[in-house]
């Protein structure tokens, strides 16, 4: 029986008519096939549930992150796994409507300007119009949660799955004032007239050596392969992105006054990313993510790009093809992925609903 899987799995238009049989029943099934196919090795169809319609109006696909249970995601992330979501709406043809939840890091008490959605701390609202009072009653929940064939996949990312994330990304992500007005002042601090060689690099929790992420990279296989690419004369300046305070410090110690970074990132050390801690300073949490969203968005600008496998550099890839731009010089460091160690858990006084 595995056999015969594996072979209809490999041969597109058989899979497609085992599923169509398997589903012959479900009454949604002309759904899934209005705009199903497979684009992303990884994915499979959407499972639709609770459609209960009403044909005189619009359902909405609910992309509801972190609303009734722990989410532990990092910035980078949320926006990947919303972006597959909103790919996934498009295939079938519904209206999306995105909600990040209180039980994401980000979502922060004391943040006046929005209470509910954590997405519009940071971007327009995805619809533009206000569900709860609109005369739309029946909302369609679609489950979108990715479906991981092969357990690294998590921390790949295809060329492809590039190409179609930053069509989805210009489509429907629009940062909303306050953010667009926020990276404007910051950019232009980085961005004068010269070219930068833009370096994203993880530490702190990425060293604990969690099971399908990615292995640790040390700090001299960066500097070396930074110096290769900066000695070329290329570059006037280096941007670093990194959460990890012990890196920055190596980086400053070795390119001096080469290096671009912005100072007042919430950094930490040893094994806890900034993603999960708890602090005095007012929003924190909401200021770790516009930090993430700022980091990501200066990667995408600059010229070229060195990192390793990471949300965040898949972001400032997707992200800088959304924008028109083309890096001119890429480099992965891949030192491939760990097959065994600790699984992530719940952490870091995020507690369960009731």
């Not at 609770?50 to 992309?63: E, Q, R, V």
């Not at 990092?74 to 079938?92: H, K, M, P, Q």
Request: aromatic fraction near 16%; include cysteine; proline fraction near 3%.
């Amino acid at each position: 029986m595995k056999k015969l899987k594996k072979f209809i799995k490999k041969h597109k238009k058989l899979y497609v008519l085992a599923r169509c049989f398997t589903r012959i029943n479900d009454p949604n099934l002309y759904l899934l096939l209005q705009g199903y196919y497979e684009n992303f090795d990884y994915l499979k169809s959407t499972i639709i549930h609770n459609a209960n319609f009403d044909y005189g109006k619009p359902p909405l696909y609910s992309i509801d992150i972190g609303s009734d249970r722990v989410c532990t995601m990092g910035f980078g992330a949320l926006l990947r796994y919303t972006l597959v979501a909103l790919y996934n709406s498009d295939c079938i043809g519904i209206q999306p409507f995105v909600k990040w939840g209180k039980y994401t890091l980000y979502y922060d008490e004391n943040a006046e300007f929005e209470k509910e959605n954590v997405f519009n701390y940071y971007y327009e609202p995805i619809p533009k119009l206000n569900v709860l009072n609109s005369n739309i009653k029946y909302i369609m929940d679609i489950k979108h949660g990715f479906s991981i064939k092969e357990k690294n996949e998590n921390y790949r990312i295809s060329d492809d799955e590039i190409i179609a994330l930053s069509l989805i990304y210009k489509k429907y992500i629009f940062l909303n004032k306050k953010t667009k007005e926020y990276l404007h002042l910051n950019l232009k601090k980085i961005f004068t007239s010269e070219k930068i060689l833009g370096v994203h690099i993880r530490g702190t929790d990425f060293n604990v050596g969690y099971v399908t992420h990615p292995k640790t990279i040390s700090v001299d296989v960066y500097i070396k392969t930074i110096k290769k690419f900066f000695s070329s004369g290329k570059y006037n300046k280096i941007f670093i992105a990194t959460e990890d305070i012990n890196l920055l410090d190596s980086f400053k110690e070795v390119f001096g006054n080469s290096l671009v970074y912005y100072d007042d990132v919430f950094r930490t050390s040893g094994k806890t990313g900034p993603h999960g801690t708890q602090n005095d300073r007012p929003l924190h949490h909401y200021k770790l993510g516009l930090e993430v969203l700022r980091d990501i968005y200066t990667l995408a600008y600059c010229d070229s790009l060195i990192c390793g496998m990471s949300q965040v550099s898949f972001a400032a890839r997707y992200i800088n093809k959304a924008l028109g731009r083309k890096y001119e010089e890429f480099f992965l460091i891949d030192n491939g992925i760990n097959e065994t160690g600790k699984a992530i858990r719940a952490f870091y006084n995020i507690k369960e609903k009731p």
